[in-house]
């Protein structure tokens, strides 16, 4: 149990064509609850594929291209997100048609949206709506919808979108990362100290928690 009366602060680095971000948060979320642990978590931006086209690119392609796996391995991979997504309530729907998108103005809206204390929840449905539902998250009218979804104004939504007013803050704050050594997503850090990298499941995560709560502050 995290007994310090000061809220534990998580900050994310990650990126939304991660699937490996979705899993790792969903593990965490689930510790979190677990051990009862008063936290507060800030999501960072990270650009997994800058060099996607605006179309996108068909996903087993990309992964062929990038790490080299076959048809095979690619599979396997699938299967295994897929298996570990469900064991923490996300729902993965892998097709052959699955593509994977440039996310740099995907992260000026969650930029704009975390002015309005949404980020976390723009995120999540921004997760849902690339991996189980298939939606194109690098189309300006998409991202506007999703917006507009959970609560957020679409014009304006759009609005910044168009005039990537963010931009600039997102290629800072992507830089930043970078120069503390973040390569890889999802990286979570706990009290802006500890680093802990990857999906590290839920066991590994209350045990994280609970090795936390027990240093002094």
Sequence with gaps: MNNSERPLRIDIVSDVVCPWCVIGYRQLAEALKQTNTAHEIHWHPFDLNPDTPPEGQNLREHIAKKYGSSKEESDASRAMMTKAGAEVGFEFNFTEETRTYNTFDLHQLLHWANQQGRMHDLKQALFAAHFTNARNIADTEVLADIAAEIGLDRSEALAVLTDQRFAEDIRQSQ???????????PSVIFNQKHLVSGAQGVENFKNILQQLAELPD
């Design 175 to 185: 830089q930043q990362w970078r120069q503390q050594g973040i390569q890889s997503v």
